[in-house]
């Protein structure tokens, strides 16, 4: 299952609130006691969690990242494949990639001039991955942390805008249209978010080629939907309190949870007591779906990594010596049509 059964080293983004938080409560009472390195971007929040965690017992770094600045990743991943160097932290057996973002327009930028919603959902998480590749251990498996949003609006109660794919430049591109009414910008801020998760779940594919040829695993965590995690930033106040105070009672409905009940099954999968054989599928809330067909589309994979590779540069390449062996395709190259089959046709 991980390079050791007894105490797995667990890498989680986002740990000091909503689901992340979750995650890491979960953490630290599951049975195998994981080794954690905890990466966040908010210096107090970051060192109350590792606190948390050593208070319960366990072994816990702390590592900031902030998914909106291509040079906070590389920060990050220099410091992790530091640590992992050393020996002070053995090679990652899972890593939990549940940090995102959420706004209420699309006028929000990263530090490196990208779309804020698509540079930290997309960008930032394929050069998170570009990074976490050599400290994998052989056996290693990479969660990411998909949304019912990418399967339009439907799905996702209503709330969120159906995605609307476009090339990946475009998608990078902030709204520098006349400000609308705050419903428009709602609505933009909406499809950003639907198409950045659509966008993540296609990535998703051509990564988990490049890391089953080496024997690791990568799956697509879905949570459902969770009220009162604080995902959107920017609410207005009124809208913040029916968000935290009222929605948390739409997860008696089919397709939501609470941030414990998905914590529990996101846990599961990452560690591998539940789908354990599984490996470029859709787990949604404990249970095997499958991702949008066009997900799938060979040709929009290669789009999109061709340019997330040009966008990241070598942010995702520390300069560390490889803790296990080179992928087969080296760094630059650009990956093939997933060889994962959908459910129901195999």
Same mark, same amino acid.
């Given at each position: 299952m991980t390079q050791s059964d007894i105490t797995p080293t667990v890498l989680l983004t986002g740990p000091t609130r909503g689901i992340g938080r979750a995650m890491l409560h979960r953490l630290l009472t599951h049975p195998?006691?994981?080794?954690?390195?905890?990466l966040a971007r908010d210096r107090g929040s970051?060192?109350?969690? &590792?606190? $948390?965690a050593r208070a319960a017992g366990a072994d816990a770094r702390g590592i900031l990242l902030d998914l909106a600045d291509l040079d906070s990743v590389r920060s990050a991943l220099e410091k992790v494949a530091a640590l992992v160097r050393s020996g002070e932290v053995a090679t990652i057996d899972a890593a939990l990639l549940n940090a995102g973002g959420q706004f209420l327009d699309r006028r929000h930028v990263s530090a490196q001039g990208h779309e804020l919603t698509f540079a930290i959902?997309?960008?930032?998480?394929? $050069?998170?991955?570009? %990074?976490l590749v050599p400290l994998l251990s052989p056996t290693g498996h990479v969660v990411l942390a998909g949304s019912s949003t990418h399967r339009g609006k439907r799905q996702s109660f209503g709330l969120v805008p159906d995605p609307f794919w476009q090339e990946p430049a475009e998608l990078a591109i902030p709204d520098d249209t006349p400000p609308g009414t705050f419903r428009a910008e709602r609505e933009r801020g909406g499809v950003a978010y639907a198409?950045?998760?659509?966008a993540l779940v296609t990535l998703s594919h051509p990564w988990a080629t490049r890391l089953g040829s080496t024997g690791r695993r990568l799956n697509v965590y879905d949570p459902g939907l969770v009220a009162g995690t604080g995902l959107v930033r920017g609410m207005p106040a009124y809208m913040d309190w029916v968000w935290r105070?009222? !929605?948390?009672? !739409?997860?008696?409905?089919? %397709?939501?949870? #609470?941030?414990? %009940?998905t914590a529990r099954h996101a846990v599961a999968l990452a560690l591998g007591e539940r789908h354990r054989d599984r490996h470029d599928a859709y787990i949604e809330i404990?249970?095997? #779906?499958?991702?949008? $067909? &066009? #997900?799938?589309? $060979? %040709?929009?994979q290669s789009r999109l990594w061709a340019w997330l590779q040009d966008a990241t540069g070598t942010v995702g390449h520390p300069d560390i010596p490889m803790v296990d062996r080179e992928l087969p395709e080296g760094d630059g190259g650009m990956p093939g049509e997933s060889t994962h089959h959908p459910i129901g046709q195999r």
């Open positions: 195998a006691q994981p080794r954690l390195v905890l970051l060192d109350e969690a &590792v606190a $948390a959902n997309v960008v930032a998480q394929h $050069a998170v991955l570009q %990074g198409t950045s998760k659509l105070n009222v !929605m948390p009672a !739409m997860a008696v409905l089919p %397709g939501a949870t #609470t941030p414990r %009940g404990g249970r095997e #779906t499958r991702a949008e $067909a &066009v #997900t799938f589309d $060979a %040709g929009r």
